[in-house]
């Protein structure tokens, strides 16, 4: 599988990275969970992985299909959520892998199609669902209470001006277009034309965590891969936005029995209850100069990654309960 080629149209963020902090050993099984345009996925098969891919997303498994006729038998691609990747791959008779890799967010064909509403910069419908179904942005922001659009720009966005912002989308409904919405949302932060930053970034972010549920899925899939992973199995996970990164570096923190020494000004922690599930996570690792100015999307990258010890993973009802 070494001479897989490159997909020139695609180069994922901090792929060199996330091959080293995943060791493959050719031969292992390893899990992508977010498939997108597959360039993670590449990667693994050229390092000699048995790959199994996942994505919510539709389009990007019938777009991986020529991928798995590529492949030969090496690749797996399976349609659904990874917050319950350990079902999907309990279903195909897998119970462990030797490692398990989250790029979490949107994907550059997801922002590229207009008409699959993700993109402040290209007019089309306000849907935004990354699996095309269930609840679309236009359907929530069309009923939502302001003050529920505000916490969710707030919170998911750091919009300082979540309340101003929702104000002017209630005065604005119905609104149907991604064309619309930017424009309600630049007028509303009074964003004169051509000035650098568009200031609807921020909000567009924030209704597309919300409409995907992507810090439950986060928090899910970080989980499952808990239970998944052999003892010495790899988890690496880059995330795009500090409310991402902070639930993936606490919940290494804690499934690592957190920072055994305390500090000046914090007491020691107690002794875990249980035995630690991962080793102490590697240092987080940021994008280069290079890879920034090459692809700009990679500046807001985090990568973190750890090791699974030998420990009993945290059932479902422990899990759902932290
Ligand atoms: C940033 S892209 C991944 C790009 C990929 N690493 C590559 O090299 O092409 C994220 C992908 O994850 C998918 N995704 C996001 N949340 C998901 C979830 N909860 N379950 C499964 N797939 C998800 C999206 O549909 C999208 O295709």
């Not at 098969?45 to 991986?64: E, F, K, T």
């Not at 006729?69 to 990874?82: D, M, N, P, Q, Y």
């Not at 899939?221 to 199995?233: D, W």
């Not at 690792?285 to 700009?296: C, D, I, M, S, W």
């Amino acid at each position: 599988m070494t001479n897989l080629p490159r997909d020139p149209r695609h180069d994922p963020v901090l792929r060199d990275e996330v091959l080293a902090a995943l060791a493959i050993a050719p031969g292992e099984r390893h899990v992508d969970a977010t498939f997108g345009a597959g360039g993670y996925t590449r990667a693994m098969l050229a390092a000699g992985a048995d790959v199994i891919a996942c994505d919510r997303d539709p389009d990007a498994i019938a777009g991986g299909q020529a991928l798995v006729e590529e492949a030969g038998g090496k690749l797996t691609l399976i349609h659904g959520r990874f917050s319950q990747i350990d079902r999907l791959l309990a279903e195909r008779g897998i119970d462990a892998v030797d490692g398990i890799t989250f790029d979490i967010g949107v994907s550059s064909m997801q922002l590229d199609q207009g008409e699959r509403g993700f993109s402040f910069q290209k007019d089309g419908p306000l849907d935004m669902r990354m699996a095309q179904e269930g609840e679309s942005a236009a359907d929530w922001l069309n009923s939502a209470d302001e003050h529920v659009i505000a916490d969710v720009l707030f919170h998911y966005g750091d919009e300082r001006q979540s309340r101003r912002v929702a104000r002017a989308i209630v005065a604005a409904r119905p609104l149907t277009r991604t064309g619309e919405l930017a424009t309600v949302i630049r007028k509303a932060l009074r964003h004169p034309p051509g000035a650098p930053k568009d200031p609807s970034t921020k909000s567009f972010q924030a209704i597309r965590i919300h409409i995907n549920s992507e810090l439950d899925e986060l928090m899910a899939g970080l989980n499952a891969a808990e239970r998944l992973l052999r003892p010495g199995g790899r988890l690496a996970v880059v995330s795009f936005h500090s409310t991402e990164d902070r639930i993936v570096k606490n919940f290494l923190r804690e499934r690592s029995g957190g920072d055994a020494a305390g500090s000046r000004h914090r007491p020691a922690p107690t002794p875990l209850a249980r035995a630690a599930t991962f080793e102490t996570p590697a240092r987080k690792v940021r994008p280069g100069k290079a890879e920034e100015a090459r692809n700009p999307r990679a500046r807001s990258a985090t990568l973190r990654s750890a090791i699974r010890t030998a420990a009993p993973a945290h059932s479902i009802k422990e899990a759902m309960s932290c």
